[in-house]
């Protein structure tokens, strides 16, 4: 029996406070400094998507294998949690920015998806649903580690 394995036909571009960050990396920062991100996809192949959503999710990991998924008391957030473009080409490069402060230290991660949907009908906002598109996850989460 064969698998289908979809490759991702996106690029991951992703700046922290200006310069290039990579997966693995661990972005150390003090309470109260910020975190500029900027977030951006190519696509990788000839793909072609009606719509794109960019989502960018903080959350606290306790580091005994809980996490803490609201911490809408422990950051601020300026710019929003999620955004969304027309379209996705190679003509195009749409980008996601936001910037957070840490309001205590801790283990923080932020996980980032991309959902590339096709249009299902001529309305640009006709409703869609999740299983309509493809969402594309940027692995492993970015560590942010909040000293005092």
């Not at 036909?9 to 200006?18: A, D, Q, R, V, Y």
């Not at 996980?111 to 590339?116: G, H, R, S």
Request: one cysteine or more; aromatic letters at 10%.
């Amino acid at each position: 029996m064969l698998d289908n394995i979809d490759f991702c036909p996106i690029e991951w571009h992703l700046e922290m406070n200006g310069s290039s960050f990579y997966p693995h990396d661990t972005f150390h920062i003090l309470v109260g400094e910020t975190i500029s991100m900027r977030v951006s996809v190519t696509p990788t192949i000839d793909a072609h998507s009606d719509m794109v959503q960019f989502e960018v999710c903080p959350f606290q990991d306790n580091c005994n294998g809980a996490v803490t998924p609201d911490i809408s008391e422990s950051i601020l957030c300026v710019g929003c949690f999620q955004s969304q473009f027309q379209t996705l080409s190679a003509a195009t490069l749409p980008s996601h920015v936001c910037t957070f402060t840490y309001l205590y230290p801790g283990h923080y991660k932020i996980t980032l998806t991309c959902l590339q949907r096709k249009a299902t009908d001529d309305s640009p906002d006709s409703p869609q649903d999740v299983k309509s598109g493809r969402l594309w996850r940027f692995r492993p989460p970015i560590d942010v580690i909040v000293a005092e």
